[in-house]
């Protein structure tokens, strides 16, 4: 049973990377990275490979001893979000004012999130003393 992830810091390169295993299962190297080129992007075919092999060793993913290897995600993509939002905590200080205003502030919000915005806050208002 392989271990399981503490913990750690995604590179954005990282987590585009796990969206991809998420969407498209196990793959191997020269599948992820045509998947990952046809996502914009443009690193070289070694740096997919790096990724991935640091992502092996964080745990994130797993290598299989084939040849071309297969690699699978070892975190599933609620795990992951959970581990993410727990990091923004983390780096807010436990004030989320500051992180939702710049949230806010880095791109429109649609009405739809501002409605959901409010409802939450209404929610947490109601539970006050």
């Known amino acids: 049973m392989p271990k399981k992830p503490k913990l750690v810091k995604l590179s954005p390169g990282e ?12 793959l191997t190297l020269p ?10 992007k443009s ?14 060793e964080k745990t994130l993913l797993t290598r299989s001893g ?7 995600a070892q975190i599933a993509k609620e795990e992951a979000k959970g581990k993410f939002f727990d990091l923004l905590e983390e780096l807010a200080g436990k004030n989320l004012a500051p992180l939702m205003i710049h949230l806010s502030e880095k791109r429109q919000l649609t009405s739809e ?15 006050l003393p």
């Open 113 to 127: 999130e501002i409605a959901a915005m409010k409802a939450i806050l209404a929610k947490i208002d109601e539970k």
């Open 15 to 26: 987590a585009e990377l796990l969206e991809i295993f998420w969407e498209h299962g196990p």
């Open 31 to 40: 599948k992820a990275y045509e998947l990952y080129l046809a996502g914009g």
């Open 66 to 72: 084939d040849f071309p290897a297969i690699y699978t």
């Open 43 to 56: 690193p070289t075919y070694s740096t997919i490979q790096t990724r991935l092999n640091r992502m092996v």
